[in-house]
């Protein structure tokens, strides 16, 4: 019982650390990759000792500036309210990671530790439903400062948040399809072997491109990021957070690399293989390679090599977010809109059915 | 031990829950106990950029903003009810893809309908002046004589 | 015995909240306030269809009504001219029927709980309910399923009506 306890805590530690550490890493390379992108030097002044790192001590003294900044709440605004939004969106950008599988099993100890939080036969769903609840942290912070900036970035996020809150259910159904499961561990299972005679890997973006590109573009829309940052344009009307400073605004700041990382974790599992190692087979006891050679890897190796491609795989999608992000332009509100409800909506509904008859086709 | 089961079986979520509320309090109040706390008057405004405000934040806006949500509960509904189908999809074959696209096409008339009616289209921005060539009236470039010389 | 009594305080903690918040936002004076605390309700609400073992209808029930409505109140709240800040109470103006209503939903609800006989019945292990709610979706309330579809456009197709309508005034 208490081993039990102790093994679900451990692990909660590990994806919650694995999510905030990311996110850390994420704020510094955002800088130095725009740096990178646009022909500029970057962040660069704080060091360690003298070391400068490539600026990487650059997020502990963010951490610190927003520890030791002053953290007003506006007249007139109810303190635990003030303080309820930047909480609410903290916490639901972390908890659709819970369903999401970050290795197979572990050997531990004559034991094996299922690496998944909750192993739920409708993770997907409930991934999605929890996503579609960041919308309260946002509403609640535009309602509580009653500032016009504040309220209308809020009702863009919201009105930004919903319209592609639908796209994102239904570019997930083609691949639920093909996969047959609306578990995340089965779908990554699906995915752990190769076609074409063992030379390529099955991963869902082979099956389902359309999906997978409806999907991203959905995705960034939910993290509320250029080119789909109008509820946060800083050059006009700053954003619904506005009215925050120091920690509680560092919250928001984090959120939103946390939905960035979590939307990744997503890309990854549905459509990337999640956790599978390509040619790697825990059954064959090691790499298969597509030419007949055989590698071994012991099982516990096998269960760490997993862990370690999830993580690349993600800081991998993260960095193509990252790239789309610091190349695009921002789109006005009437092309958002209409992105979303005219062209994604339709298209999504067009790959479902297109999914759903060649699956019947080639079946019978 | 059985019936109970399915709620042990959310706990590891549970505890991510509490390890996300706990990190934020951490934070907020390791934070309040350490930042500055200087009282102006000026700190406490609603800012709009250096103005004081005027009147409340509460302004009429675009109604469109309702008419989305409420497209977006349509096909919510929509998205939700397709989910039991696609667990099922193999065991209904055709039958089961001709039923949900009959479905599916009532609600896509539903959308085709508020697109022809431009129901989702968000107004476009309608340029305040007329193209052509711009004549500058007599009178502004006074003004503007009278500005420069002054 | 332990897992029991947990599960007991589970179960009206859940029953707390989701009965306490019920009852801000009948009786509470601020629309916003009511609309936040409806959140909490139909969490309180979510969380009893978990702790039933029925977590597909437990999640359709945040992407639908947490996700969905509760936001178009919200909205609608929002998009009324100065209503803000007023101080409304509901109760006031409709307590007969709204009582009478009451009565009569639990009347009815307190009927269909009698009908099931729930001390015979062990309680059932877990098992992945969605496949069953799409079976029975697709075979038995077949009608109902497509007849929901025509409900919906029929709902999106008034509201464009009537938004068309303010617009050209």
Known sequence: MLRTLLIDVGKALYLFSGLMGLAAILTWMERKQSALMQDRVGANRARIFGLRLLGLPHIITDAVKLLTKEDFVPAGVPTWLHALAPWVTLTVACLPAAAIPFGHVLPWGGQAIELQLMDMQVGLVYALAIASMAIYGVILAGWVTRNKWAVLGSLRAAAQLIGFGVVLGISLIGPVLLYGTLNLQEMVHWQDTTVLHGWLPRWGIFFQPLAFLVFLTVGIAETKRIPFDLPEGESEIIGYFLEYSGMKFGAFFLADFIETVVVAMLTVTVFLGGWSVPYLSADQGGFVWPWGAHTAVPPAGVALLQMAAFWVKVFAVCWLLLLIRWTLPRFRIDQAVRLGWQYLLPLSVLNTFGTAAVLLIVGQ | ?150 | MVDVWLERILFYGLALVTVGSALVVTFGRNLVRSAFALFFTLMGMAAMFVYLAADFVALVHILVYIGGILVLILFGIWLTHRVIDLDIRAGRIQLIPGLILGLVLMGLLGLTIRSFNLAARTPAPYRATASGIGRLLLSTYLLPFEIASVALVVALVGAIVIGRRETSR
């Open chain 2, 1 to 150: 031990m059985q019936d109970s089961y399915a709620l042990w079986m959310y706990l590891p979520g549970l505890i991510l829950f509490i390890g996300g509320v706990a990190f934020v309090i951490l934070n907020v109040v390791l934070s309040h106990l350490i930042h500055p706390h200087v009282r102006t008057h000026e700190k406490y405004l609603a800012y709009e950029c250096g103005e004081d405000p005027i009147g409340g934040a509460w302004i009429q806006f675009n109604h469109r903003f309702y008419l989305l949500a409420l497209a977006f509960v349509v096909f919510d509904v929509e998205v939700v009810l397709l989910f039991p189908w696609v667990v099922v999809f193999r065991e209904f074959g055709w039958f089961g893809f001709i039923e949900v696209l009959v479905f599916i096409a009532v609600l896509l008339f539903g959308l085709a309908y508020a697109w022809r009616k431009e129901a989702l289209v968000w107004d476009k921005p309608q340029p305040m002046y007329q193209a052509g060539p711009v004549t500058v009236p007599a009178v502004a470039q006074e003004v503007r004589t009278d500005g420069a010389s002054s």
